[in-house]
Nanobody, 125 residues
Framework: QVQLVESGGGLVQAGGSLRLSCAASGRTFSSYSMGWFRQAPGKEREFVAA????????YYADSVRGRFTISRDNAKNTVYLQMTSLKPEDTAVYFCAAEFGGASDYTRTSEYDYWGQGTQVTVSS
């Protein structure tokens, strides 16, 4: 069982930056691939970024590539999402998720086993 708790959300002006954190419980954090997703009001939850457990390979949605960076600190059981050059369309609830066993497609929500409760990010224009 893994519990995930996100933090770091808030209100920021367009062009600003935020860093989200996701703290995980459990001793096997390093064995999980981690992902960030987001969901805006009235929209489907969408993939943002992922980092694979074994080799640290990262994956990004086209809409955030070059602006967002996912990273992890296994010693702290934490995954981060550094967000820069934020846009109003980045406004959403951001969720972190953990996947165990290897995913065929890290962009799919169905691949993930555990989810956090989410943290709100609001970007004003």
């Amino acid at each position: 069982q893994v519990q995930l708790v996100e933090s770091g959300g808030g209100l920021v002006q367009a062009g600003g930056s935020l860093r989200l954190s996701c703290a995980a419980s459990g001793r096997t954090f390093s064995s999980y691939s981690m992902g960030w997703f987001r969901q805006a009001p009235g929209k489907e939850r969408e993939f943002v970024a992922a980092i694979r457990w074994n080799d640290g390979n990262t994956y990004y949605a086209d809409s955030v590539r070059g602006r967002f960076t996912i990273s992890r600190d296994n010693a702290k059981n934490t995954v981060y999402l550094q967000m820069t050059s934020l846009k109003p369309e980045d406004t959403a609830v951001y969720f972190c998720a953990a996947e165990f066993g290897g995913a065929s497609d890290y962009t799919r929500t169905s691949e993930y086993d555990y989810w956090g409760q989410g943290t709100q990010v609001t970007v004003s224009s």
